[in-house]
């Protein structure tokens, strides 16, 4: 007798299954660890900037650009208001309220940039962090588990032996791959 093989909807049928079984699982928990992981960056942020002495060097950047923002008002309020201003025309850029330094170049480093990359270097350590909780070891779990699954979907030659291997799987994790048909309430129960 040949040995039944899989085709390849009878595969693509399982995959979706194992995903429907564990994609909410491990949405759940990773919606866990975003709030965990939110907390533990913010905190991880401002020890990582006064860890490696970011926070003052930041905060002279920040201190530099507020003293060039008072110089360049200083000076539009000079030329807008000198005597040879009365009478000719002044450049528009003499006119502006409040200066800034701005463009688009790589050239500049402004304190939001500073802080953008404690913040990735935060998440980073707090990402590494969490994954060692008991959160994170639940998503790591389910991660693994759903690999494994899967593994055994694309190695399995017959979906006999397969079904027997992913309820024992899923089983591991509070699921089950054999699942009752519920019954519908009685027809005078039922809306119409």
């Known amino acids: 007798m040949a040995k039944a093989t899989m085709q390849k909807w009878q595969r693509d049928h399982f995959v979706s299954e ?72 002044i450049n528009y850029k003499f006119q502006e309220k409040e200066f800034g330094i701005r463009g688009y170049g790589s050239n500049q480093i402004l304190p939001d940039d500073c ?34 699954s899967y593994k055994e979907i694309m190695e399995a030659g017959s979906p006999d032996s397969l079904k027997t291997k992913l309820h024992n799987n899923l089983q591991k994790d509070g699921l089950s791959w054999n699942r009752e048909v519920k019954a519908l309430p009685p027809t005078d129960q039922t809306i119409n």
């Open 18 to 89: 194992l995903n429907r079984n564990y994609d909410p699982l491990i949405t759940a928990a990773e919606l866990k660890l975003k709030s965990i992981e939110a907390e533990a960056i913010e905190i991880a942020e401002k020890n990582l900037a006064d860890e490696i002495g970011a926070t003052p060097i930041i905060e002279e950047l920040q201190e530099a650009i507020d003293i060039v923002k008072q110089k360049m008002s200083k000076a539009a309020r000079f030329f807008r208001t000198s005597k040879v201003a009365k009478k000719k025309d």
């Open 115 to 148: 802080w953008e990359q404690i913040r990735e270097w935060a998440g980073d350590f707090a990402r590494a962090k969490i994954k060692k909780t008991p959160e994170g070891k639940v998503l790591a779990t389910l991660e693994d588990n759903k690999r494994a």
